[in-house]
Nanobody, 115 residues
Framework: QVQLVESGGGLVQPGGSLRLSCAASRSIFSIYAMGWYRQAPGKQRELVAL???????NYADSVKGRFTISRDNAKKTVDLQMNSLKPEDTAVYYC?????????WGKGTQVTVSS
C-alpha cells in the first residue's frame, strides 16, 4: 500500500497562489493514477484534478485555467499549483493514489483563502 504525505497548505489572500505537494512511499508510484481532492466544511469531498500514469490530466470545471497538476515519477511526487485563489477554494486538500483495487489517501492539508 502506498503512503501519501501532503505539504504546502496555508493561508493566502484572494488572488494569491499556493503550491501543494504530495510525496509517495512506493517505488511503483509511476503506474498510479494520482489526484487531488478537497473537502470544505459541510460539503462532500470533490475531485479537483487528476493525472494518469501516462500524464493525461483532468480538472474540475471550477479550477480549470487556475490550477495545474503535475507529477515527477523520479521524485515520487505529485504537485498542485493553485493560482488566482478564491475564498471558495478554502478546504482541506487530499492527495489520492489509485492502482487497481488500491485506493490510498493522505491525511490532508488545509488551504484557507481569506483577506
Amino acid at each position: 500500500q502506498v503512503q501519501l504525505v501532503e505539504s504546502g497548505g496555508g493561508l493566502v489572500q484572494p488572488g494569491g497562489s499556493l503550491r501543494l505537494s504530495c510525496a509517495a512511499s512506493r517505488s511503483i508510484f509511476s503506474i498510479y493514477a494520482m489526484g487531488w481532492y478537497r473537502q470544505a466544511p459541510g460539503k462532500q469531498r470533490e475531485l479537483v484534478a487528476l493525472i494518469t500514469s501516462g500524464g493525461s490530466t483532468n480538472y474540475a470545471d471550477s479550477v480549470k485555467g487556475r490550477f495545474t497538476i503535475s507529477r515527477d515519477n523520479a521524485k515520487k511526487t505529485v504537485d498542485l499549483q493553485m493560482n488566482s485563489l478564491k475564498p471558495e477554494d478554502t478546504a482541506v486538500y487530499y492527495c489520492n493514489g489509485r492502482l487497481g483495487v488500491i485506493d490510498a489517501w493522505g491525511k490532508g492539508t488545509q488551504v484557507t483563502v481569506s483577506s
